[in-house]
Each structure stands twice: as C-alpha cells, then as structure tokens.
C-alpha cells in the first residue's frame, strides 16, 4: 500500500520558472492538504481539499495554485516561482473525519536559485 | 493570536525522565488534536490523538487535554535518546483545515 506518494523528491528552480508538484494517494481519502515547512518552522497550510471540485486557501496561498479534478490528485502548482519559496512541501491526506490523522507524503524538497 | 502555540525549544531533558511538551490553541470549536513526532529530514508521523477532555495514555506517551483552558499537552514518561526530535502539535479546526504549531525541539541528553 503506497500511501501518499510526492514527486519529486528534490528540485531546483530558477526565479521565474513554473513547475507543478505532484500528489497522489491510494486510501480513498476525500480530504488533502499541501503543506510548507521552512527550515527550523512548523508546517503551514497552503491550500486544502475536502473532495474532488473543492479546494480553499489555507495559511499561504499566494504564489501557488491547486486543482482537485480526482480523489487520488491533488497538485500544488507554483508560478513565477521565488526564493521565498524555497522550502520543503509536504502533501497530506486524512478520511472526512475530524478524529481521524492526516497521512504524510515523503516531502518535495524545493530550491528556487 | 496565532491558531496553535507552542515553545520552539529546544527543550533538553535527562534520559530516563518526563518530558512535557505544551500547546495552545485558540479555536474554541476545535474537537480534535494531534500530537506528531518528526525527526530531521523526515515526514511528520503521528503519535497520539485526543479527542475529549482528560488523559489519554500510549505506553510511554500521555496527552492531556482540558478544553476549557485551551490546552494539549504531551507527557513522554522514561525519555529515551530515541524520543530526540521535534513534536508538533495539530488542531482540527472547525472548517476542517488541519494547522499545526511550530513544533517543539526535543533533545535527550544520554
């Protein structure tokens, strides 16, 4: 059972550069969050799905962009990408209740040079 | 007022004895809580969930709630050089979105 799987696992950007983070799981899980950690931080919530055809900002939105068109799907996209964003990403997934855990990918460590 | 406090540590403690790790929350509507570990370079993994107000116990691990008080806390009883890492603690909030404190640094000295 593979869980919640992100690719890639490492990535370097430049200023400017696009690019999409991927996010899968294969629990069946209506709900999935993206994640950002910065070094020696906690996680903050960027974007969250609660279903497919839902998504709602969390923490920090801005500078990224999400779509849910699967349960299994959730990607982060970053455009015109920053330094500010480098950081690790972490996508999660939980069941549509509010005692239940979140389920932790591997973690997208990006670079943005 | 942040979502979820924590003490950023890092707090050191003796091998063998109780650490107490601290959380606070703001939403008063928060049902659930979540204390996970994460070593570094790695993704958080849960250790304890509590739901209702009191103690709830897991071998070594006790996490305190009292809902009135805006509280969660995490006992780690006979800490070992393995439990060295930073432990964060996560709220449901009511419109479902899951947001953690900055986490709390663990270090347990040999």
């Known amino acids: 059972n593979a869980g919640v799987t992100q690719t890639p696992k490492f990535r370097i950007l430049k200023i400017g550069q696009s690019m999409t983070l991927q996010c899968t799981q294969d629990m069946n899980h209506n709900y999935m969050y993206w994640y950002r950690q910065d070094p020696g931080m906690g996680l903050k919530l960027i974007y969250y799905?609660?279903?497919?055809?839902?998504?709602d900002k969390g923490e920090v939105p801005n500078g990224y962009n999400v779509s849910r068109s699967t349960t299994e799907d959730f990607p982060l996209r970053l455009e015109l990408a920053a330094p500010s964003q480098t950081s690790v990403y972490f996508c999660a997934s939980s069941l549509p209740d509010k005692n239940t855990e979140a389920f932790f990918g591997q973690g997208t460590r990006l670079t943005v040079v | 007022q942040k979502e979820v406090e924590q003490n950023s540590g890092p707090l050191s403690v003796p091998e063998g004895a109780i650490a107490s790790l601290n959380c606070t929350y703001s939403d008063r509507v928060s049902q659930s809580f979540f204390w996970y570990r994460q070593y570094s370079g790695k993704s958080p993994e849960l250790i304890m969930s509590i739901y209702s107000n009191g103690d709830k116990e897991d071998g070594r691990f006790t996490a305190q709630l009292n809902k009135a008080s805006q509280y969660v806390s995490l006992l780690i009883r006979d800490s070992q050089p393995s439990d060295s890492a930073t432990y964060l603690c996560a709220v449901n909030l009511r419109d479902d979105k899951i947001i953690f404190g900055k986490g709390t640094r663990l270090h347990i000295l040999p």
């Open positions: 799905s609660v279903g497919a055809g839902i998504t």
